[in-house]
């Protein structure tokens, strides 16, 4: 019956689908020596298998590293090139546009201080005609 264990010896196995008329399942034990490392040898053994392309397992995952490194190698250099043409198109906008960072950076310091006077004196001269208007009404 599909979906019910089955259990021998303290071992189960779950069978899920449906059975068709004649399949079976064989369930032997281990033969002598099965705890060499036979299993071991056959995995190893498949690293020089045939597989698609006529390569080996091997031979293809070479080849697969082989073709990355090659393209990051690429990649590599094609940015290393882009980054200075960059580099010279910035130098060139720079030198073209005639704008010196130092120099735009003490006008901001000349700007700001000559901003900071003219409110100091708008300051004081709000002071002096407070002062006079508080004088004109307290002769009064």
């Known amino acids: 019956t599909p979906g019910t264990p089955i259990t021998l010896n303290g071992w189960s196995l779950n069978v899920t689908g449906t059975p068709a008329n004649g399949d079976t399942i064989n369930l032997t034990a281990t033969g002598a020596n099965s705890t060499d490392n036979s299993n071991a040898l056959l995995m190893g053994a498949l690293q020089n298998n045939t597989i698609y392309g006529g390569q080996s397992i091997t031979g293809a995952y070479q080849a697969i590293v082989s073709t990355v490194g090659a393209a990051t190698q690429n990649l590599q250099t094609t940015s290393t090139a882009q ?3 960059l580099t010279t198109a910035t130098s060139n906008v720079a030198s073209l546009s005639g704008v010196n960072l130092d120099q735009e950076a003490a006008n901001l310091l000349k700007y ?3 901003y900071q006077a ?7 001269a709000d002071q002096l005609f407070t002062q006079i208007i508080t004088l004109f009404n307290n002769m009064d």
């Open 118 to 124: 003219a409110s100091q004196t708008i300051a004081t």
């Open 112 to 114: 700001q201080q000559a």
């Open 83 to 85: 980054d200075q043409v």
